[in-house]
């Protein structure tokens, strides 16, 4: 129980840094369904299936230096830009996630009158009844996985969710 | 008289053009990308050459979630556009940019920073989208309603996220501003899934799937129907269309296998919805299985790379509408639109309900606006009036207002000059903008 506890948690770390703290709490929960649906909001948002280049590329330098040239032909003033981006470049690690920033923000802190970023959420709908499809095939589907909450239509795609998707958000 | 550079700093594109003129010079990607077989990053209109291969490409944002969160990207990428598209100075001209509503003040700050230190604007107005909107549609018809009655809800279905922004009197209800977060780039990557998952596996080809959607999309206005037409085999399968997939050699672009496919479904669509939806759903689910694999991808030859499409085509749409069925928790657009015209005074309700502007890449899946009536119509009290406006070039529409407001004699005096913002800081200066 330790191990695989401690293992989930090295897991988590790669993604944390990029949640804010709150979030994180719920994707630690033990739920799967929570978590499997945080991670999936987290997925229609990511720009590459792949782990973010910046953590593991070295070329990027020399692309980046033919750019620099060109901006200096043009815009001589530019010297202080020049040593941000530097900056940028020797500190290889990624930029702050927005979630990050947001949590920085500490808008819960503004008083209630004032329209933020978190008071403009549409929030959850009013009315409870769903229509669901499968997620296999995206018919109209009757059955839910008890493990992870996502929806089949079938015992044909049941197995095709359970060798290829069943809580692989939260693997 | 000097240049007002005009920017729409969208997260998934950026326009860019010079105050006064209709269009944009530059309408490129917000971003960078890599090919596989490259080291050398791609900057913005670059990524569009029909020459690069970007199978597989490294895509880099300075924007997450709809937000700025990497202003040196960002910086690299607007001296790209300054220099070479634009071709303007900066320390001669003003600049008109446009940034995300409840914008962070250190986002502000990292802006108003890239601005004034790094290209050395003269002068700054910052705007947010749904006011420039209104401004343009007010002026396109000046003496239609949005114009007469100095009001609108500006329904904005963006890159990364939807608002519903009231509008009145050129400026933005802030404290009545809806957020859906879902936008055109959830709808690219939810296709990847569901193409992935059941043909071929795509998950990095965003910009493969991004052309997917754009070609094959839309919304469906029956959908129990439309998913029963979809599970036909053969030619009664009105939506299967199939995409060809870039081999690397002949094509480096996806294409569509037959160019008349797609619009095979339209015949539904001209008759009156009541008429054809007289198919049942409730056929017994388990039994199906066989006949919806074979209608469903499942027969597609993987050497020939290609893959099929059907209920794909609007169940990707869909998600904007009801996001919950798809397994997000928030309510869809209509709602989102009711929940934003509800925080306004009553007295405006009326005249909002008849003035609602659609705008944004994603509001261009046919059969949008009618779906969106559909939808709110039941939510709407019968005594209201119901008006939809599509704007003539949703991805425009803000870029035109800019370019308008910019060319207005009072614009000048609007802006807060670099020599004020040394003076003063950011946060001051930011306090002009709004009232
Ligand atoms: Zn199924
Ligand atoms: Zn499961």
């Given amino acids: 129980m330790d191990e695989e506890m401690s293992n989930s948690a090295r897991r988590m770390s790669l993604r944390t840094r990029k949640i804010a703290p709150k979030m994180a709490a719920a994707l630690a929960s033990s739920d799967n369904r929570t978590q499997a649906m945080l991670a999936r909001l987290d997925a229609l948002e990511s720009d590459n299936a792949v782990v973010e280049p910046q953590l593991l590329d070295d070329d990027d330098e020399a692309s980046l230096d033919d750019e620099d040239q060109v901006f200096h032909k043009k815009y001589p003033k530019g010297t202080k830009r020049k040593t941000r981006q530097a900056k940028a470049l020797e500190n290889k690690r990624a930029p702050k996630s927005f979630l990050e920033l947001l949590n920085e923000a500490n808008l819960e802190s503004l008083p209630p009158h004032v329209p933020t970023y978190l008071r403009a959420a549409v929030g959850p709908p009013s009315s409870t009844s769903r229509r669901h499809f499968c997620t296999v095939c995206g018919f109209s589907s009757t059955y839910t996985c008890v493990q992870c909450g996502m929806h089949f239509c079938s015992i044909k795609c049941k197995a095709i969710h359970n060798e290829t998707r069943c809580l692989k958000f939260v693997a | 008289m000097s240049n007002v550079v005009v920017l729409d700093n969208g997260a998934g594109l950026m326009k860019a053009g010079i105050g006064g003129e209709r269009d944009p010079t530059a309408i490129v990607p917000n ?8 080291k050398k990053w791609l900057m913005a209109e670059q990524l569009l050459s029909p020459d690069v291969d970007l199978t597989s490409a490294t895509v880099r944002r300075p924007f997450d979630r709809g937000y700025l969160i990497n202003p040196d990207l960002q910086s690299s990428l607007w001296s790209h556009i300054f220099s070479n598209l634009l071709k303007i100075t900066p320390s001669h001209s003003s600049l008109l940019l446009t940034e995300p509503l409840f914008n962070l003040p250190s986002i502000q700050r990292s802006l108003d920073e890239i601005v004034f230190e790094d290209f050395n604007f003269k002068a700054l107005y910052v705007s947010d989208s749904p006011s420039l909107v209104h401004l343009y549609e007010a002026s396109r018809r000046p003496y239609g309603l949005v114009s007469k ?3 609108s809800l500006v329904a904005d279905c963006g890159f990364s996220f939807t608002h519903a922004s009231p509008v009145f009197q050129n400026f933005t209800l802030n404290y009545a501003v809806k957020r859906l977060d879902l936008g055109g780039k959830a709808l690219t990557n939810y296709l990847k899934e569901l193409v992935s998952y059941r043909s071929v596996n795509l998950m990095d080809e965003s910009f493969l799937m991004d052309d997917v959607k754009e070609k094959l999309c839309f919304v469906s206005l029956d959908v129990p129907r439309d998913l029963q037409i979809a599970r036909k085999p053969g030619k009664d399968n009105l939506f299967r269309c199939t995409y060809v997939l870039p081999d690397g050699i002949t094509n480096t672009k996806g294409f569509l296998k037959d160019r ?13 919805p009541q008429q054809v939806a007289g198919e049942q759903t409730d056929t017994d689910q388990l039994d199906n299985s066989e006949d919806r694999n074979r209608s469903n991808g499942s027969k597609i030859d993987l050497t020939k790379n290609e893959f099929g ?14 996001p919950a069925d798809l397994g997000l928790n928030q309510a869809g657009l209509a709602e989102c639109i009711v929940r934003a015209i509800s925080s306004c005074h009553s007295h405006l309700h009326p005249v909002l309900y ?22 709110l119509r039941p939510l709407v009290p019968d ?17 035109r207002g800019g370019s308008l407001l910019a060319s207005s004699p009072d614009f000048d005096a609007m802006c807060v000059t670099k020599a004020e913002y040394e003076e003063l800081g950011s946060a001051r200066c930011r306090k002009r903008f709004f009232h």
């Fill in chain 2, 354 to 375: 008849e003035s609602i502007i659609l705008t944004g890449g994603s509001t261009l899946f046919p059969h949008f606006a009618k779906r969106l009536e559909m939808d």
């Fill in chain 2, 383 to 399: 005594k209201y009036r119901l008006k939809i406006t599509t704007q003539e070039d949703p991805i425009l529409g803000v870029w």
């Fill in chain 2, 149 to 151: 009655a100095q009001c």
């Fill in chain 2, 260 to 272: 008349e496919e797609p619009k095979r479904y339209l015949s539904l669509y001209d008759k009156a």
């Fill in chain 2, 309 to 322: 499409l059907t209920n794909e085509r609007f169940l990707v749409p869909e998600m904007m509408f009801r």
């Fill in chain 2, 31 to 38: 971003s960078m990308g890599r090919p596989l077989s490259s």
